[in-house]
């Protein structure tokens, strides 16, 4: 096992997080899984660790676990702890320090500001009601432009509470940069021949948060190599690989493994009230998720036994290639 220091220490800053990147050699392999820590994991997200963890190892990279703390209305007090537990107590591999993205504002903030100075973004005041699909500013707010020679932090401070920030996908910058087509290891190819499709993506929140779009293509593109991760966050691939391209970052590979879901279709979550796995014997859950990903299953009667031949046996070629997948 790969298991090293699990400090809850974040890294502090972009460069110290490169640092970290590189200590591993530029080529490594690098996969990473990023809970929200919105409550106890459950089968689904025992699906996800198990699946980046597998991909990771079995490229002989490392697996870093990164805690997606951005909404704090949707954080659960004590819940990144626990869940950070449950990943040890099932043997996950966890690489180096934990990265919680509340620490990485000012990563976030210097990616706004360079976007602003490739004039590609405007604020939107329009109302989520009078919004085109529920996403997409169709409204006049693209004269809104976002300044580059106003100091930022001034800038996000006055639109708290008014506006949002969004990316303009009809500005030609914009355009030249944009994937025609997002290839996935797992999911076939998602061809994009009109960026219309995205429409005009929110980077910084009307209530003064960073976007999970924006955030998430700041940190996959950090260091990370390959992305695996559920199949609801298969759409989002295109517009993080936009502004990894926009940004001139490195772009991760991208695998979307089916999500698991209950019998009545419905994802396995919070909102379904999803079981938690936190108490639960850790061998007969992992081999229940490697099934679930397709893969030969594993004889074995200990965590480090599974671990081993997981990483040898890991097929992502066998994964299956529903967006969705129910539990049996
Ligand atoms: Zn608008």
């Known amino acids: 096992m790969q298991n090293s220091r699990r400090s809850a220490r974040a890294p502090n800053s972009l460069s110290e997080l490169s640092s970290k990147g590189s200590s591993s050699g530029s080529k490594a392999s690098l996969g990473r899984f990023a809970p929200t820590p919105s409550g106890d ?3 689904g997200s025992l699906v996800a660790a198990t699946a980046s963890c597998a991909d990771a ?53 210097d990616a706004l500001q360079q976007l602003a100075e490739l004039d590609v973004l405007f604020a939107c005041a329009c109302s989520r009601q009078s919004l085109f699909q529920g996403h997409s500013c169709q409204a006049g707010c693209k004269k809104n432009r ?13 639109l708290k509470n008014h506006a949002a920030i969004r990316l303009d996908t009809t500005h030609p910058r914009v355009k030249q940069c944009a994937p025609l087509s997002v290839t996935d290891r797992i999911q076939p190819v998602q061809n994009f021949p009109d960026l219309a499709v995205l429409g005009t993506p929110v980077l910084w929140r009307k209530d003064g948060l960073v976007s999970y779009l924006l955030a998430t293509s700041i940190d996959d593109s950090n260091g990370v190599t390959d992305v695996v991760r559920g199949a609801d966050l298969l759409a989002g691939s295109s517009a993080q690989q936009l502004i990894m ?37 850790p061998l007969p859950l992992l081999q229940k998720a490697w099934q679930f990903l397709g893969q030969t299953p594993i004889a074995c009667v200990t965590l480090t036994e599974f671990w081993n031949e997981a ?18």
């Not at 490195?250 to 938690?276: M, N, R, Y």
């Not at 990483?311 to 070629?317: K, M, P, T, V």
């Open 311 to 328: 990483a040898d046996s890991w097929a992502i070629s066998n994964v299956p290639k529903e967006q969705t997948l129910k539990i049996t």
């Open 57 to 109: 190892l079995n490229r002989g990279g490392e697996h870093w676990v990164r805690i997606d703390d951005i909404d704090p209305p949707r954080i659960v007090q004590g819940s990144a702890e626990r869940i950070v537990h449950a990943l040890e107590r099932f043997g996950v591999t966890i690489s180096g320090d934990i990265v919680f993205q509340s620490t990485r504002q000012n990563a976030y903030q």
């Open 41 to 43: 994991m459950h089968f």
């Open 146 to 158: 976002i300044p580059p020679n106003v100091p930022l932090r001034q800038q996000l401070e006055q």
């Open 245 to 281: 391209e926009l940004l001139m970052r490195p772009v991760p590979s991208w695998a979307h493994f089916p999500c698991a879901v209950d019998e009545h279709q419905q994802k396995l979550g919070k909102q379904t009230s999803a079981a938690s796995i936190h108490d639960a014997p």
